[in-house]
Structures are given as structure tokens and as C-alpha cells.
């Protein structure tokens, strides 16, 4: 159990355009799902933190305008890259807590999302 | 703030024998919980296993085993038996357990293990 899908697993979008990002928590629910991002060959990067039903709080230096995101629910959180630009090129990996486990290691990853901008 | 050093950029090992991934840790927070994630080529974040701050005991899972050494602030990961399925990237990762960060975890920027047949 704890699966976190991506979709779209891979996106190529043309600059100046805007390209949807869902993270979707399958067999259990999310208080809380993060987004990273990370360039080749460097770390995981958090860019925002988003909780059911309230804003996401952005770290610092992350465009909030750029990178919205939308935690509609309990199961499902969007990641929208908008007036993407090729340095938007990335991998974005979303991960979700578990709701009912207080585990601390309880945090599920998401296979990743590789975004082109042409 | 959270820091996580990872001092090797890139690490070789023999396969069956045992390697040593290194971390080190920077808070100021009594509660914190460490983590060691592998990510193949693929791009998928494996995790691999935890230790609590306030654990006596060493954490261990198969193959794998963290050495933590509290007063160092160390947290290096043992692997044993390495394995050509081993060779990836292995992030070492914080969260802070105090409760106003909503336990966000901070990365290392990893080690590059390479397994040799």
C-alpha cells in the first residue's frame, strides 16, 4: 500500500505555454503532499508544501505565480508550470504523508515527472 | 535551519564487499529523523531506511544499516554484500519532528555509488 502516482510521467511543452503536473495519492490519504524539484545530476529541492484545502507555502525564492499549486483534496495535488521558459526543464517529484499513520518515516514518493520546454 | 553534507560526490565498491556512505547533519532541534533514499537511474526515490533522534539502537534493514553517532552528528549509511543493483544515487534526508515545519525533509546533494562486477 502508500502508492503516489505522477502523471504525466514525461511532458515536452513549448515555451510560453503552461503544463499541468498531478500527483495523485492511490490507496491512502494525504494531509500533506510536497513538490521538488531537481535538476540533473544535483539534489531534491522543495519548492512548496501544500495541505488539503489551504494555500501551499512556497520556500523562499520559488515563484508562487509561476508554480501554482492545488491541493483540491484529500488524494490529488497539481503542480501548473505556467509561461514555462526551457530553464523550467526538470524533474518534479511530488510525495505525500499518510493521514492515518504517525509514523515519522511515513512520507511516499512519487515516481517524478521529467518536464522539457522547447 | 537544517543543514545535510554529503562529502562524497561519488563512491566505488566491489561487488559482495560492504561500503560506507557518509552524512553529516547540522540542527538545532532536539526531535529530527534521518533517512537514507536510493534513486536509480530511473529517477524514483527508494527509501531505504530511518533512524529517530531519540533511537539507542542503530537502525537496520537487510542489507542496509545506519551508523548513528548522536554527538557527532553523523548518520552514515552501511551497505553489505554490495550488489550490482546497488549502483545509484543515495540521498541522505532530515526532517525536522518538532512540528511547525509540517516535517519537511531536507536533502543532501547525494552520493553516486558505482558497483563493480
Known amino acids: 500500500g502508500a502508492v503516489v502516482s505522477q502523471h504525466p510521467s514525461w511532458v515536452i511543452c513549448k515555451s510560453g505555454t503552461s503544463v499541468k503536473i498531478e500527483c495523485r495519492s492511490l490507496d491512502f490519504q494525504a494531509t500533506t503532499m510536497f513538490w521538488y524539484r531537481q535538476f540533473p545530476k544535483q539534489s531534491l529541492m522543495l519548492m512548496a508544501t501544500?495541505?488539503?484545502?489551504?494555500?501551499?507555502?512556497?520556500e523562499q525564492g520559488v515563484e508562487k505565480d509561476k508554480f501554482l499549486i492545488n491541493h483540491a483534496s484529500l488524494t490529488l495535488s497539481t503542480l501548473t508550470v505556467t509561461s514555462a521558459h526551457p530553464e523550467d526543464s526538470s524533474f518534479y517529484i511530488c510525495?505525500?504523508?499518510?493521514?492515518?499513520?504517525?509514523?515519522?518515516?511515513?512520507?511516499?514518493f512519487g515516481p517524478g515527472t521529467r518536464l522539457t520546454v522547447t | 535551519a537544517q543543514k545535510i553534507t554529503q562529502t562524497q560526490p561519488g563512491m566505488f565498491v566491489q561487488e559482495k564487499e560492504a561500503v560506507t556512505l557518509d552524512c553529516t547533519y547540522d540542527t538545532s532541534d532536539q526531535s529530527y529523523g534521518l533517512f537514507w533514499y536510493k534513486q536509480p537511474s530511473s529517477g524514483e526515490m527508494i527509501f531505504l531506511i530511518y533512524q529517530g533522534s531519540y533511537d539507542e539502537q542503530n537502525a537496520t534493514e537487510g542489507r542496509y544499516s545506519l551508523n548513528f553517532q548522536k554527538a557527532r552528528k553523523s548518520a552514515n549509511l552501511v551497505i553489505s554484500a554490495s550488489q550490482l543493483g546497488d549502483s545509484a544515487m543515495y540521498f541522505c534526508a532530515m526532517r525536522d519532528d518538532s512540528g511547525g515545519s509540517n516535517y519537511k525533509l531536507t536533502f543532501g546533494k547525494g552520493t553516486l555509488l558505482t558497483v563493480n562486477p
Open positions: 510525495s505525500a504523508r499518510h493521514k492515518e499513520r504517525e509514523r515519522v518515516y511515513e512520507q511516499y
Open positions: 501544500s495541505n488539503e484545502g489551504s494555500k501551499a507555502t512556497y
